[in-house]
């Protein structure tokens, strides 16, 4: 049996025994990934390794002797030479983030670690070694970007527009302006065409205001479909409603996306920076004020801020604020009653709510002064029910008419709308044929299907349903075909002028006949002279309302009025 071999002796050697050579040293220093080298003190190579080789690009034997000033670029040779030179004199370790370019044209950003050692007693070598931290960097400024940018257009976001605007007001003696745009008609693009198009959409809009604005000035997105412009150095005022003309224009030009033509619009609100805005978030309240105003007057425009608008919407903020206080209380809140009469006895056949509020510091607001406030904000929904509830609880008293209620198109698109119409029908034990609801041909306009099943279920359940505003939308004639109704109105603006224009004539009686032939009640509203009365009167409209007849009366005012037998045509 073969005898086991025991451990060697370990031979004793020097380090210097052990390295032996240059040779030996490279093999050693080629096994570490990171770069490195040694120089002499004229700063050339004295030895490298593996990974510098691949590193420069060169197999050794090319480098070998050679300086920096042979490889790089001479700015950044000198750089290098100066540290090495400290390095050496002073035998200070040293640390320096550096750009390195290779001899391709590559920048790569490096930190290079460099340290003094002496070989024998007098020789002075300089050892070095490299990490290469580009992809580290790129990826900072990456993030960094991103931080500060819109990934899709690459805009400027909100963060870089707000210090961007903080800079400019800090800045004394210049005027800066900021443009906030929105842009019309967006959603149709995404629904028409997909979200790809609507991003191309958008990318193609960033180009074009980066192409309206000067190299000094932001342009930025900073929500889905809305951009905002700042105007550093603002020298001349007036040039900023040509500024805001040009950008509508470029709204306004057909975009090429998916193969096909969109088209947009846009809403712009500008605002220039005056001696009291010293807050980035004054500006940008100040923006959005006028852009709300723009978009308020039909879109498709521009609006410069005014004081006066700060003050209409601090009015609208109040309005706001107070109506939800209203709404949770019922304080405040009261429905008043506009009766509508037979055209040909001149009873009063019905009623339509008109909601009012008695607001506590500003009086008796008219439906004009808080109903659009409601529609912006939702409280419509709940302020819509509010007025039905408070309807049907009211009609349950009275005698057998019918009440009439207006419904907003957000109330309209409701999903639940006709499940809690009944269901408040049911609890106020009112006959469902007692309720009228009124829509206006602009709600129905590219309305969802839903909203004709909501209205088909409740004109099944007895509930009438009236369009109203009649003649003043886009098609009213297929809105008739293709909605199940009761009752139009004829709008106000065809009755004011009755016996004055030839074309309000010959509307009005078109739609008397229109009615009569489908078999509709037809109500004129709007009536307030005995000469519109008398030529409403020989047309076959079935119901009157104006001023002629009564004004909107209180809930004690119309329970009066229908308590007395003889109220056939009050004027009040």
């Not at 920076?273 to 425009?301: E, I, N, P, Q, T």
């Not at 004011?496 to 009005?508: E, M, P, Y």
């Not at 002629?548 to 003889?566: N, W």
Request: charged share 25%; hydrophobic share 40%; proline share 4%.
């Amino acid at each position: 049996m073969r005898k086991r071999a025991g451990p060697r002796e370990p031979i004793a050697v020097t380090p210097s025994e052990a390295i032996g050579s240059v040779e030996a040293l490279q093999k050693i220093i080629d096994v570490i990934p990171s770069p490195v080298f040694v120089k002499d003190r004229e700063h050339r190579w004295l030895l490298l390794n593996d990974s510098m080789c691949k590193f420069i690009g060169l197999p050794g034997d090319q480098l070998i002797g050679k300086s920096d000033f042979d490889l790089v670029p001479p700015e950044q040779a000198e750089v290098f030479w100066k540290i090495d030179d400290h390095v050496f004199i002073t035998g200070e370790e040293n640390e320096n983030e550096e750009e390195h370019t290779d001899l391709s044209g590559k920048v790569r950003t490096i930190i290079t670690r460099k340290r003094r050692v002496y070989v024998g007693d007098s020789v002075p070598l300089l050892v070095a070694v490299i990490t290469d931290i580009t992809a580290f960097r790129e990826a900072e400024a990456h993030s960094r970007f991103l931080a500060f940018h819109d990934p899709l257009s690459g805009l400027a976001n909100r963060t870089l527009l707000s210090e961007r605007v903080e800079h400019e007001l800090a800045r004394s003696g210049h005027t800066c302006a900021l443009l906030y745009i929105d842009l019309d008609r967006f959603k149709e693009v995404n629904d028409r065409h997909g979200h790809p198009a609507g991003d191309e959409l958008i990318r193609e809009f960033a180009n074009r205001l980066t192409a309206l604005v000067r190299s000094g000035d932001t342009v930025a997105r900073i929500g889905g479909d809305e951009f905002a412009v700042l105007v550093s150095d603002l020298e001349d005022p007036s040039v900023l409603p040509e500024l805001c003309e040009r950008v509508l224009e470029a709204a306004r030009q057909p975009f090429e996306v998916a193969g096909m033509r969109a088209f947009v619009d846009a809403s712009v609100g500008a605002v220039i920076a005056d001696k009291f805005d010293v807050r980035c978030m004054d500006l940008l309240r100040k923006a959005d004020v006028a852009l709300y105003k723009a978009k308020s007057a039909g879109r498709s425009c521009f609006r410069i801020f005014t004081d006066e608008m700060d003050r209409h919407r601090r009015v609208r903020s109040l309005i706001e604020a107070e109506l939800r206080e209203a709404l949770a209380t019922g304080r405040g809140l009261e429905l008043y009653y506009q009766p509508f009469y037979a055209n040909d006895d001149e009873r009063l056949v019905g009623v339509e709510a008109l909601v009012r509020w008695e607001h506590p510091d500003l009086g008796m607001l008219s439906p004009a002064q808080f109903l659009p406030v409601a529609e912006e904000t939702g409280l419509i929904v709940p302020l819509g029910y509010w007025v039905i509830a408070q309807a049907c609880r009211t009609m349950s008293q009275w005698p057998d008419i019918p009440v009439a209620v207006n419904l907003s198109p957000v109330q309209l698109r409701n999903a639940d709308l006709a499940d809690r119409v009944l269901a408040i029908v049911r609890d106020c034990n009112l006959d469902p044929a007692r309720l009228q609801l009124e829509i206006t041909e602009s709600a129905i306009l590219n309305a969802d299907p839903a909203v004709t099943t909501s209205l088909r279920k409740l004109r099944s359940a007895g509930v009438k349903i009236a369009l109203d505003d009649f003649g003043t939308g886009y098609s009213s004639l297929t809105h008739l075909r293709n909605l199940d109704v009761d009752k139009v109105k004829i709008d106000k603006s065809f009755v004011q002028f009755l016996g004055q224009s030839v074309d309000s004539n010959v509307i009005v009686q078109a739609v008397a006949n229109i009615g009569q032939t489908l078999g509709l009640v037809v109500t004129a509203e709007g009536v307030e002279t005995e000469e519109q009365r008398q030529f409403l009167s020989g047309t076959g409209c079935t119901e009157l309302q104006g001023y002629l007849f009564s004004k909107p009366l209180s809930e004690r005012a119309i329970t009066k009025v229908l308590g007395d037998k003889s109220a056939v045509r009050k004027v009040a």
